[in-house]
């Protein structure tokens, strides 16, 4: 999708706490500058545009977020005007000025090579964002507010909370809908697959409507019952929605399952690497595009577990591909410690942190070797930014550096069930190690 080079080194970005391309949002380590990605995709030569960039205007540190997009961090006083040009020019920009922050449409990093898939859902994301951004209407919407379109894939993120949410049936002419807090085997409605785009429209317009002061799907539906939002979309259709739909059956892939997979294409796999702690410096991207050019199809994929998925490598190449990976720095075994640990910036970046969450993470996963638990987070305060979801264990950081242990339970508001406080991180590595987390 090609941006309009009128969206301008200048633009004038709307008020939101949140970084975008030119609003260009101040941490401790200086200002972060996100770039949205089209469902995760990144050209090699674009994730060469982007390395540069971060080397040359900021520190070199990129971030990779759980919405598969990618931030610039360190953006240096008097150098964003210079950073915006080099991404623009690498066509990372939006359609429009205005439109930067509607491009939240998640789809799978797999999309269009997911042999479980029963859709290519790319033709139709490549839509639905020019919708979201052509549409001038739409430029109010939050820009947290979020679309998924879920073609089935094996390798997915379903537990992402998302505002509308697509998802194909099996035969791919069908697709489920659903609303925030819509699960998704109980989905609303189904629609054929050339309704999505009017759908998706008159529900965008209604959403706006009665939104209020609400920038979430969510706040409405807690105010206004669903099966009236519902009803109310109904009469401004001009099909019917069909009934709502058995879920299929599907077998579902974690994003944890680093390694290689089969693609649908016959003797091509896809690579799904790690990247610690959600950062990668600009020369492993530089890397990473390198090996994406000479091994792959030019493709880098971001995914919304923090890490990369590198297309078609021929099946006779997937050993040398991951030595190459190893050696950029990323990981490719689930059970490796730094696989399993998530961590905000912590209070090398941001000012909320009570703890270096980042420094200590890698001190914990020292401790943990192969041991622990699969999946722990290190939150610097209680927004939980690194986070999509909570995870089955939770450090969260307390004054003085020190950390309260939480244990994720049915049931359990917040991180889940207080398991001991005021841990130093060697402590909580010892209790984790053990096992004796209960
Ligand atoms: S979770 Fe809190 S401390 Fe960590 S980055 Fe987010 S706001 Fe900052």
């Known amino acids: 999708m090609k941006h309009d080079p009128s969206a301008s080194?200048?633009?004038?970005?709307r008020p939101s706490a949140c970084p975008g391309l030119w609003r260009v949002v101040s941490a401790l380590d200086g200002g972060i500058c996100r770039v949205k990605l089209p469902g995760g995709l990144l050209t090699s030569a674009q994730a060469r545009a982007m390395a540069e960039a971060a080397r040359m205007c900021a520190s070199g540190v990129l971030e990779l977020t759980n919405r598969s997009n990618l931030q610039i961090r360190g953006v240096r006083e008097g150098e964003q005007s210079a950073l915006v040009a080099h991404l623009l020019a690498a066509g990372l920009g939006p359609r429009q000025a205005a439109a930067d922050d509607v491009r939240n449409l998640l789809l799978s990093p797999a999309a269009g090579r997911d042999p479980a898939a029963h859709l290519d859902t790319r033709p139709l994301a490549d839509r639905l964002l020019a919708l979201l951004q052509d549409t001038p209407e739409f430029h109010a919407l939050s820009a947290k507010f979020a679309l998924q379109l879920d073609g089935g894939e094996a390798l997915a993120m379903l537990d992402h909370p998302h505002d509308i949410w697509l998802s194909a049936l099996s035969g791919g002419t069908q697709l489920a809908f659903g609303l925030a807090g819509t699960p998704r085997d109980q989905a609303l409605a189904s629609i054929q697959l050339e309704q999505a785009e009017p759908l998706v429209k008159t529900a965008l317009q209604l959403f706006l409507e009665l939104a209020g002061e609400h920038s979430r799907m969510r706040q409405l539906l807690a105010e206004l019952p669903r099966a009236d939002f519902l009803t109310r979309l109904r009469a401004r259709l001009p099909f019917a929605l069909g009934a709502s739909p058995v879920a299929p059956q599907r077998s579902e892939l974690d994003g944890a399952a680093l390694g290689a997979h089969a693609?649908?294409?016959?003797?091509?796999?896809?690579?799904?690497?790690?990247?610690?702690?959600?950062?990668?410096?600009?020369?492993?991207?530089?890397?990473?595009?390198?090996?994406?050019?000479?091994?792959?199809?030019?493709?880098?994929?971001?995914?919304?577990?923090?890490?990369?998925?590198?297309?078609d490598i021929p099946a006779t190449r997937q050993a040398a591909v991951a030595e190459v990976l190893t050696d950029i720095g990323l990981l490719l075994d689930t059970r490796a410690p730094l696989a399993r640990l998530l961590a905000c910036s912590g209070s090398a970046g941001c000012a909320k942190a009570a703890a270096d969450t980042k420094v200590d993470a890698l001190r914990l996963a020292e401790r943990l070797g192969l041991n622990g638990p699969a999946q722990m987070h290190l939150s610097g305060c209680p927004r939980s930014c690194a986070a999509a979801h909570i995870a089955p264990y939770t450090l969260l950081a307390q004054p003085g550096g020190r950390y309260d242990l939480y244990r994720r339970e049915q049931g359990q508001a917040g991180f889940g069930r207080l398991l001991a406080t005021s841990l130093d991180i060697d402590q909580a590595g010892e209790r984790l190690a053990a096992g004796n987390s209960e």
């Open 9 to 13: 080194v200048a633009a004038i970005p």
């Open 263 to 311: 693609q649908a294409q016959p003797g091509l796999v896809m690579w799904l690497a790690g990247a610690p702690l959600g950062r990668l410096e600009a020369t492993q991207l530089w890397a990473l595009a390198d090996l994406a050019e000479t091994e792959g199809s030019g493709e880098l994929r971001l995914t919304p577990w923090q890490g990369v998925l590198l297309p």
